[in-house]
């Protein structure tokens, strides 16, 4: 088991840059394949990207490459997404997930098992 607590969510301008971050606790961290999903206001939950265990691997939706990056502190437990030259299309809540496979990335809803709570991004145009 292990709960998911994001943070850095907020209301920025187009262009502008945001940090989102995601504690863990409960099993060990470094278990888990991560990543992040959005959802949209009327939309479906969507993937936005993944790391693997060991920080080695990711994997991004087409739309946020060269402009989102995922990370994540094994120590700390914690995994971030830097969002820069955000759009207002990205707009809508940020999920982070956790995979208790992990062997590979994937980018599915149901190959995650736990989520967090979502935290808000609005980016103004």
């Known amino acids: 088991q292990v709960q998911l607590v994001e943070s850095g969510g907020g209301l ?29 206001p009327g939309k479906a939950r969507e993937f936005v990207t993944a790391i693997s265990r ?13 402009r989102f990056t995922i990370s994540r502190d094994n120590a700390k437990a914690t995994v971030y997404l830097q969002m820069n030259s955000l759009k207002p299309e990205d707009t809508g809540v940020y999920y982070c997930a956790a995979d208790a496979w992990g062997l590979m990335l994937r980018r599915l809803e149901n190959d995650y098992e736990y ?11």
């Open 115 to 125: 989520w967090g709570q979502g935290t808000q991004v609005t980016v103004s145009s």
């Open 12 to 40: 920025v301008q187009a262009g502008g840059s945001l940090r989102l971050s995601c504690g863990a606790s409960g099993r060990t961290f470094s278990s888990y394949a991560m990543a992040w999903f959005r959802q949209a």
């Open 54 to 66: 060991s920080g080695m691997s990711t994997s991004y939706t087409d739309s946020v490459k060269g």
